[in-house]
């Protein structure tokens, strides 16, 4: 099984992206992941599966874990070590559906 890190280096570049806001039921995010060291790696996968599935959903909360890989493995022994990852834990028991606006760099 691939490590995080190779899964990582499959996927796009955000380098052009400065946030991901996610959106719940209101017209505010209810949750910003910023393109800043310790959550590009979030941003990276969030966005993928995103695109993958027109928002987070159940499922793409399921695929983003299997790429966190043995990140989301230390994230349920650790609760709250690993925010954006205990969300998709959140997101799948709880059936909940985000949508998601990719914010651009100002450039």
Known sequence: MPSFAENLAKLPSVTDIQALEL????????VVIENAPGSQGSL???????VQHGGITP???????????EKA???RANPG???NIDR???IIE??????VKAVPNAS
């Open 44 to 50: 990276a996968v969030y966005y993928h599966v995103a």
């Open 81 to 83: 070590a690993h925010p």
């Open 23 to 30: 959106y719940g039921d209101g017209h505010e995010a209810d």
């Open 88 to 90: 998709l834990f959140q």
């Open 94 to 99: 709880q059936d909940l559906f985000y949508s």
């Open 59 to 69: 499922k793409a909360a399921q695929e983003a874990l299997e790429l966190f890989a």
């Open 73 to 75: 493995t230390e994230a």
